[in-house]
Nanobody
Framework: QVQLVESGGASVQPGGSLRLSCAASGIVFSFYTMGWYRQAPGAQRELVAR???????TYTDSVKGRFTISRDNGKNTVYLQMDSLKPEDTAVYYC???????????WGLGTQVTVSS
């Protein structure tokens, strides 16, 4: 049974930092592309950052230079370090695990991030 469990969401003031974690089980973690998505109220879910099996990364433009995605294959965990947070970063953040070669795509239940003064 595949599980992706996010943690680390919280309420923080603008300019603050948070680190999200996503612990995966039931998959061969190192083979998967891992991603962080977010969904704000009334908005569509959007890709925030992605890290591939070779540890290369991509980011959406709005978080470049502020967020850093990383992975620890030994711990089956992907992280999202979020710095210089802005109110527009407020959303539920979801962890995603994907393998295109076998057409599988898994989601966590999400963790709430609120940026407000």
């Amino acid at each position: 049974q595949v599980q992706l469990v996010e943690s680390g969401g919280a309420s923080v003031q603008p300019g603050g930092s948070l680190r999200l974690s996503c612990a995966a089980s039931g998959i061969v973690f190192s083979f998967y592309t891992m991603g962080w998505y977010r969904q704000a109220p009334g908005a569509q879910r959007e890709l925030v950052a992605r890290i591939f099996s070779d540890s290369s990364t991509t980011y959406t433009d709005s978080v470049k230079g502020r967020f850093t995605i990383s992975r620890d294959n030994g711990k089956n965990t992907v992280y999202l370090q979020m710095d210089s947070l802005k109110p527009e970063d407020t959303a539920v953040y979801y962890c995603n695990a994907r393998r295109r070669d076998i057409n599988v795509n898994y989601w966590g239940l999400g963790t709430q991030v609120t940026v407000s003064s």
